[in-house]
């Protein structure tokens, strides 16, 4: 995927920040319909470690009800990363979402390059999303199946 948006430090002596932007899926053979996703991301940064851990939204542009659900961590060796730019490796772990996204679980590998002069857009991102969403209801259709094999015996 590929993204941008706009990344803001809130509180420098906190590390608290966040960011919104957009990913976009890489449109691949066969995909017919590419994810269009809006992203939140809420954080914090330690500047001493140069770590980021934070959690994240993703939505899906088309269906507000469909999010992905779960927490990034990262890491750069560049110093004073949010007044000077430079680079973040992304971990992401879907932990769950709602809609279309319901139970989904997986995991994102990114990098996030950020400029803190550039516009409209202070941040470029690209990487890989990786996650299933489990059939909704199976057991209960399975189960309900099997309920009724075993009324239609008993008739």
């Known amino acids: 995927y590929s993204g941008t ?21 890489v449109p691949d053979i066969g995909v017919t319909d590419p994810l269009s996703l809006v992203s939140v991301v809420l954080f914090q940064y330690d500047a001493l470690t140069r770590t980021l851990m934070g959690q ?5 542009a088309n269906d507000l009800a469909s999010s992905l659900l779960g927490v990034v ?9 949010f007044a000077n730019g430079g680079q973040l490796a992304l971990d992401y772990t879907i932990q769950g979402g709602t809609g279309l996204f319901a139970n989904a679980q997986g995991y994102g590998l990114a990098f996030l390059q950020y400029d803190p002069q550039a ?24 189960a ?12």
């Open 5 to 25: 948006g706009n990344a803001v430090l809130f509180d420098a002596q906190t590390g608290q920040g966040g960011w919104t932007g957009t990913v976009l899926q």
């Open 56 to 60: 994240f939204e993703f939505t899906d």
């Open 73 to 81: 961590m990262g890491t750069t060796t560049d110093t004073d990363l």
């Open 119 to 142: 516009t409209p857009d202070n941040y470029a991102e690209s990487g890989l999303l990786v996650f299933n969403v489990p059939e909704p209801g199976s057991a209960a259709l399975v």
């Open 144 to 155: 309900l199946a099997l309920c009724g094999l075993v009324l239609r015996r008993r008739v």
